[in-house]
């Protein structure tokens, strides 16, 4: 079984600023790393997954993740965060079949 | 293309009651899933289907919760004696396939309340 950390519940960040989202994950086993977006009243969209290769994955928007086997970590990353940013991102993880297991969640707030 | 679409988007209900979900996939995708978010939290697996069979149920909490797909599109969740702790945002996922590299699409969720 696998479990996924998000170590920040709350991100404020002004506008420009760069922004960082901690995830950890457990597991004995290779694992599959996602990250999702879920602005509000609209449906969790995927912005990254990393299934092999490269540890850097790019994504949409902006943002970038890296993948960190020894620190078993997926974090997120922008340099440079827009109001349109604002909004809440899950960590999810699979090991390799359909199911992904999320973290809880970080709400990020971006202001001007 | 249209994405996947769930209805109704809240819906709220007495304790006791029976309630049905309802959600429309992206037309051709095989794969089908449920999650359920509660406050707070990350959505939570509660059932997959592939074509018309649920090849996983492990996630529904209870025998209280059931699903269908008749058809291999269009899928039902249905819970019955609606309990306070159902509260929830019910999601629905799609995918082309099951394996890991088809990214799940998902909903906008029903919102359920029950009072």
């Known amino acids: 079984a696998q479990s996924v950390t998000q170590l920040d519940s709350q991100v404020p960040v002004f506008e420009e600023a760069p922004v960082e989202l901690r995830c950890n994950y457990s597991?004995?086993?290779?694992?599959?790393l996602f990250w999702y977006v879920q602005y509000p009243n609209q449906g969790l969209q995927l912005l990254l997954k990393?299934?092999?290769?490269?540890?850097l994955v790019k994504g949409i928007n902006g943002f970038e993740a890296e993948f960190n086997k020894s620190q078993t970590s997926f974090h997120l990353r922008k340099p440079s965060v827009h109001i349109s940013d604002t909004a809440e991102y899950f960590c999810?993880?699979?090991?390799?079949?359909?199911?992904?297991?999320f973290g809880a969640g970080t709400t990020v707030t971006v202001r001007a | 293309g249209a994405g996947v679409s769930q209805t109704p988007s809240n819906k709220v209900t007495e304790k006791g009651k029976y309630v049905e979900l309802r959600c429309d996939p992206i037309?051709?995708?095989?794969?089908l899933y449920w999650y359920r978010q509660s406050l707070g939290q990350g959505p939570e697996f509660l059932i997959y289907?592939?074509?018309?069979?649920?090849?996983?149920d492990s996630g529904l909490p209870n025998d209280r919760f059931f699903a269908v797909r008749p058809e291999g599109s269009v899928s039902t969740l249905k819970i019955q004696r609606t309990e306070r702790g159902d509260s929830a945002v019910y999601l629905c996922?799609?995918?082309?396939?099951?394996?890991?590299?088809?990214?799940?699409?998902f909903g906008p969720g029903t919102r359920l309340t029950v009072l």
């Open positions: 597991s004995s086993v290779s694992v599959y």
């Open positions: 999810a993880v699979s090991q390799g079949d359909y199911k992904l297991s």
């Open positions: 037309s051709g995708h095989t794969a």
């Open positions: 996922a799609s995918s082309l396939g099951v394996a890991h590299h088809n990214e799940q699409f």
């Open positions: 990393y299934l092999s290769g490269s540890t």
């Open positions: 289907f592939q074509g018309t069979g649920a090849a996983d």
